[in-house]
């Protein structure tokens, strides 16, 4: 008895082809993956909405950012946001452990272009770059590096004062169109 000639081409192109064919991934893993994806997405947004203060806390008037004092009082980092034209400048106040309220872009000279800026670890800021370390003490204090870029201000009468052009003099940290 004679094999058909079908199942002599199918061996013939399974010897030339292979054996076995390539199996896709399931449908349900990649649909698994995606949603993995989309929910750290949108934990990263809810995190960084939550790092904004109430646009209550902050008025500007007469070229000058107004920051109750007391809201520093926590210890923590409390960042902010001013836009000029399309360019969103983010700066932040933290009092430090010595009772110093200090104000720094939220960027350095080094690390600006990848936009990543600085969180708060206990008593210190921490790069979200490259992990570099600075205690609360020195912001404001030191320039240059990836040390948190100062930004000018004072207090009177119980408020934290800013300058709007002290915060507009930062624009090129934040204007990511020129990262090279």
């Not at 929910?39 to 960084?48: L, P, Q, R, S």
């Not at 708060?120 to 404001?140: D, I, K, L, P, T």
Request: contains cysteine; aromatic residues 10%; charged residues 25%.
């Amino acid at each position: 008895m004679s094999t058909p000639v079908y199942d002599n081409l199918a061996a013939k192109k399974a010897a030339v082809i292979g054996a076995r064919r390539r199996r896709r991934m399931p449908l349900w893993i990649g649909g698994a993956v995606f949603m993995l994806v989309a929910a750290a997405g949108y934990w990263h947004f809810i995190e960084t909405q939550d790092a904004l203060p109430p646009a209550s806390d902050a008025t500007v008037a007469g070229g000058l950012v107004s920051l109750p004092v007391s809201l520093f009082d926590d210890g923590k980092a409390h960042f902010f946001e001013h836009k000029q034209e399309r360019v969103l400048i983010r700066y932040f106040v933290v009092k430090s452990p010595d009772g110093v309220l200090r104000a720094a872009f939220d960027a350095c000279d080094v690390c600006w272009p990848a936009g990543k800026g600085y969180a708060q670890e206990g008593e210190s800021m921490v790069c979200r770059n490259c992990g570099q370390r600075f205690h609360a003490n020195r912001v404001n204090e030191v320039k240059g590096g990836c040390n948190p870029a100062p930004l000018d201000r004072r207090v009177e009468n119980g408020t934290l004062l800013i300058r709007v052009n002290d915060i507009l003099a930062g624009r090129d940290y934040f204007n990511f169109s020129k990262r090279g």
